[in-house]
Each structure stands twice: as C-alpha cells, then as structure tokens.
C-alpha cells in the first residue's frame, strides 16, 4: 500500500539545539499530520497542514515548533529550541482528502526523538 | 472531552484462540463520531485494520470485526481465531472532526503464541 517514510528513524541532539525532523508523505496526497507520542502515553495529535498551511494545531504544538512543505517536497516539523520534554516519537501522516473526519490517515514508522 | 479507552496490553494468546480487545469512546465535540482500528506490526507505521463510520453498522478485515455501538458507546474488535502473525500493537481511534484530527487510545500489544 501507500508509504509514508521518515527520515531519520532516531535523532539525538543536546538541549537547546534546532532540529528537523522530515516527511516523504505518499505522493498524490494533500493534507499531512505530525503526531507525538512520549513513551508509555498515548499517540497526540500536533498539527495538520493544507495548502502551504496549518489548518488546525493542539495545546502541544508549542511557539518553538514550525512546520512547511516547501515546493512540494518533504512535509518537516522543526523544533527550535528543542527541550528535554520534546523526547518522544514524531509520527507523520498523510490523507488524500478531509471528507469529515473518516479519511484514511497513512503513517509513516515514526522518528524517535531524544533530546539530552 | 474527547478520548478513547481499550484493552490494557499485553494481551496474550494462544494460536487459534478467540480474541477480544475493548474499546470505548467518549466524544463531546464531535457531532458524527467515526471509529477506527490501526495496527503497528514490528518495525511498521501504524495502518488502518478498518474503520466504520457510521453507528450500527460492522466493519471487518483480515478476520477482524469490529462493531459501532452508539448506546454503548463502544467499538471492541475481535476475531474468531487468532494467527501468530497477527502480534502486533492495536490502536482504537475516534475521528470526526473536519480537519480529520484523530484521538488514540493507548494502544493494546497483542501477543500470539505459537
């Protein structure tokens, strides 16, 4: 089926350091995801993004997150500053449509983020 | 608010055997609540098992079956018998809303042995 790849599948920075974390989502589709997981809790949703914008954030999606799909290319989630609380694992995803909330969302594996 | 609830995990059993999983939902802000399964085998991103998206009806896949129970306010999934390569974590999630924001629940490890 349609694939959703994250690069890189593990990162490792130091507190206070920019990060990017990016998104090949599946080719055809329009609106993408990223959602957070911190071990042993449940999957958040952070944001979502439609036409160069975002449609629809949560309380987690901090000032210090962004997100862009410059030129069609990899949907990103940058943090910076990253913080300690930021460890966890960014999953993206991506829907061909927004038909009311039953659109299938394709995931891709996750990148775990550990900030030190 | 809006959330869900299942099976805590790990869930183990044994080739062949019946299995169930619960899940429960609440949702407060949304007025058409859809239902789904994911599944995340070993190494894989999550992947929709099936969604049902409108109250009584049942949605099925790969043996599993899952039932939208507006009363009950539940979406439990089962299956007749189990196969080992069934192992993997199962996600109950509610959608919904228009910007197709989805709520997971903690997810249930299902363990299958041999």
Redesign the interface.
């Known amino acids: ?1 349609p ?2 790849l ?1 690069i890189p599948s593990h990162q490792i920075i130091d507190m206070g350091q920019m990060v990017t974390l990016n998104c090949d989502p599946v080719s055809n589709h329009l ?1 993408f ?1 990223w ?1 957070k997981q911190i071990l042993g ?5 952070l944001v ?1 993004f439609y036409n160069g914008k975002v ?2 954030k ?1 309380k987690l999606f901090k000032d210090q997150f962004s997100v862009e799909r410059p030129d069609g290319s990899y949907f990103t989630l940058k943090i910076q500053p990253t913080a300690l609380e930021d460890s966890a694992v960014y ?1 993206c ?1 991506s ?1 061909l449509a ?1 038909t ?11 990148t775990r983020l550990t900030v030190l | 608010g809006d959330s869900v609830t299942q099976t805590e995990g790990p869930v183990t059993v044994s080739e062949s055997e019946s299995l169930i999983i619960n899940c429960t939902y609440s949702a407060t802000s949304i007025a058409y609540p859809n239902l789904f399964w994911y599944v995340r085998y070993p190494g894989e991103g999550l992947q929709l098992l099936l969604k049902v998206i409108t109250a009584g009806q049942k949605g099925s896949s790969r043996g599993f079956e899952a039932t939208y129970n507006k009363e009950t306010t539940s979406f439990h999934l089962q299956k007749a018998s189990v196969q080992e390569s069934d192992s993997a974590v199962y996600y109950c999630a509610l959608g919904g809303s228009s910007n197709n924001r989805i709520f997971f629940g903690d997810g249930t490890q299902l363990v299958v042995k041999p």
Do not use: D, I, P
Request: glycine content about 16%; overall charge negative.
């Open positions: 089926g694939k959703v994250q609106y995801y959602y809790q449940q999957m958040e949703f979502n449609m629809e949560s999953f995803a829907s927004r009311g909330g039953a659109e299938t969302l394709y995931f891709g594996s996750g």
